[in-house]
């Protein structure tokens, strides 16, 4: 497996290009503000064919580049249905203080191609074996991207806003629920082994385990 990442825009949301080795078809997980040339840069470097971009939610910050992105390649942008209307408008899920800050700020176009995710469950993409797992709470559409174990190789959680190393994402947004948030954690994320590597949409890496042990939110 082959996972790239790098934070992107004035949030630092980071974007990860996942694959099943070089020279291989690769999947872009929230590619931000700025991030297109990036992404392109490491498809170059490492051989990758973009196939897709996954959403982990429609915050601007996660999203920004998803358009360019989806028109360069001509792949799907892949968003839950829950989170669909913030690629029209961006401004419809931030609170009105931010709201004011930006007021005036040109956002990207809507992406041409987009996927709405339904239900939980394995994305079809026989390359790149991916599975879709919603985790309401951060957002109504909050989705993270799992893939699977295999042999030695410890699952891989792509959770976007809903879990961070050591803290859980914010609720206070329009259709957050913090209550929601938490239980999606533990019902959901916490199911997975110690060992599955959590790759969160801000700041460093962690794993099931260490989130099960020391995150004080998940006490």
Same mark, same amino acid.
């Given at each position: 497996? /082959?996972?790239?990442?790098?934070?992107?825009?004035?949030? $630092?949301?980071?974007?990860?290009? &996942?694959?099943?080795?070089?020279?291989?078809?690769?999947? #872009? #997980?929230? *590619?931000?503000?700025?991030?297109?040339? $990036? #992404?392109?840069?490491?498809? %170059?470097?490492?051989?990758? %064919?973009? &196939?897709? &971009?996954? /959403? %982990?939610?429609?915050?601007?910050?996660? &999203?920004?580049s998803a358009a360019e992105l989806s028109d360069r390649h001509r792949i799907a942008v892949h968003i839950h249905v829950g989170d669909r209307y913030m690629l029209a408008d961006p401004m419809a899920a931030v609170s009105a203080q931010f709201a004011a800050m930006l007021a005036g700020q040109t956002f990207p176009p809507e992406p041409g191609m987009v996927v709405a995710i339904e239900q939980s469950g394995p994305l079809g993409m026989t390359a790149l074996p991916i599975e879709a797992i919603h985790t309401p709470g951060h957002t109504t559409g909050s989705t993270c991207y799992a893939v699977a174990a295999d042999g030695a190789r410890p699952g891989v959680l792509f959770t976007g806003d809903t879990l961070f190393a050591g803290t859980v994402g914010r609720?206070?947004? *329009?259709?957050?629920?913090?209550?929601?948030l938490v239980r999606s954690i533990r019902d959901t994320l916490l199911s997975w082994p110690d060992d599955t590597v959590v790759l969160p949409g801000h700041g460093p890496a962690s794993t099931i385990g260490d989130e099960r042990r020391t995150n004080p939110f998940l006490q």
């Open positions: 497996m /082959l996972i790239l990442g790098f934070p992107s825009g004035a949030l $630092q949301a980071n974007c990860y290009l &996942v694959a099943t080795g070089p020279g291989r078809p690769c999947a #872009v #997980v929230d *590619p931000g503000d700025d991030a297109a040339d $990036q #992404v392109d840069d490491l498809c %170059t470097e490492h051989d990758l %064919t973009p &196939v897709a &971009v996954l /959403l %982990t939610h429609g915050h601007f910050d996660h &999203v920004g609720s206070d947004l *329009p259709g957050g629920d913090g209550p929601l």
